[in-house]
Structures are given as C-alpha cells and as structure tokens.
C-alpha cells in the first residue's frame, strides 16, 4: 500500500478535475452545435427532415449512454477507425448532450404564441431570418433554466468516460483508492467535488426558473 497524504490524494483530485470540466465544457459547445442542427431538421416543413431528428432524438435518448461510448470507442476501431479515449469521451457526450439539447430548445420554439411566427412573416422575414431573428432568440431565453439544469446532468454523466480510461475525476479516484485502500476518503472527496461544481448551477437553474415563472 502506498501512503498519500490527504493533500496528496485532493491534490490530484483537484487535478483531475481540470480533465471533467473541460470534458463537459466541449461535450457541452458540441452538443449545442449539432443540437441546433437538429433542432432545425425537428422543426422543418420537409417530413424528412422531422423523421430524421425525431428518429436522432429517440435513438440517443432512448438508449444507455454508457453502450453509445462502448461502441465509440469499441465499435469504430473495428471499422478501422482508430480512436482515443478522449476523442470517444467528445464525440459520446457531444451526440447524447446534442439529443437533448435539441428536444428541450424544440419545446421552447413550440411554446412561444404563434403570432410571432406571423409576425415575422408579415415583416417579410424568410424562414431562416425568421428562426435566427424572432423565434431562436425567444426559446433560447425562455429553455435556459432546463439548458442548465442538463449540464449538472452532462458534468455527472462525465464520470461514465472512466471506463473507457480516460484520466477524468473518477478514474484518477479509482487509480487512487487502489493504491490507499481508502475508499470513505477518495470517494468523499470525489462527492465534495463533484458537489462544488453542479450545486452553483443547480442554484442558478432554480433562480432561472423563478424568474420565467413571475415574469
């Protein structure tokens, strides 16, 4: 058994963490980005279109995350796809973050009155200024608080990339308590973190949806 202070062992927790942050900050950017493709095939006028992202929608969200970062990391090399456990970890949470995101911004478009579709149309707005100067900017603002709420459910999800061994929070926790044989400790200081970094943005949520329910 090696000995690690306690210092030692929340110093390279603190480490570590650096790695789950920036994880879910690019699973998150990616996520937005295809979301917002998504979200304009769920909302198209061509049927196609629709079929494609509800079919996206359900089959990322109807399936465990944990089996859509096994065949990215196993199923790819397999078609001569050669992968590393970050680039698996990205693209994993990217597609699953990506699927929801677009479901919860769709809910925001179809919650707005339809007058202000009418009325970007009697303006002579086309349907992309449309969407981009009118309908977009009002969903975005009124969905924030679940936006938020997803990403304290995207920085836990991150703990899945472990398995996958990337050095994320959990897998350096893992490597640790191997070499201490102190769960309660490791483990615990894993939860703090992991506490510190989703109860501010919990907070938030709540204070961004008290405020979309007095406005």
Known sequence: ????????????????????????????????????????????PAKWARRFGSGYIALFQGTPLLMQLFLMFFGLPMLGLRIEPWTAAVCGLTFYASAYLAEIWRAGVEALPRGQSEAASSLGLHRLQELRLVILPQAFRI???????????????????????????LKTANAINNATFEPFKVYGLVAIIFFLLCYPLTQYARMLEGKAVFR
């Open 143 to 169: 969905t924030r608080a679940p936006v938020v709420g997803f990403l304290v459910q995207l920085i836990k999800s991150t703990a899945l990339a472990s398995i996958l061994g990337f050095e994320e929070l």
């Open 1 to 44: 058994m090696i000995e690690f202070t306690f210092w030692d062992i929340l110093r390279n927790l603190l480490f570590a963490t650096r790695w789950t942050v920036l994880l879910s900050t690019a699973a998150f950017a990616g996520g937005a980005i295809v979301g917002i493709a998504v979200l304009f095939a769920r909302i198209s």
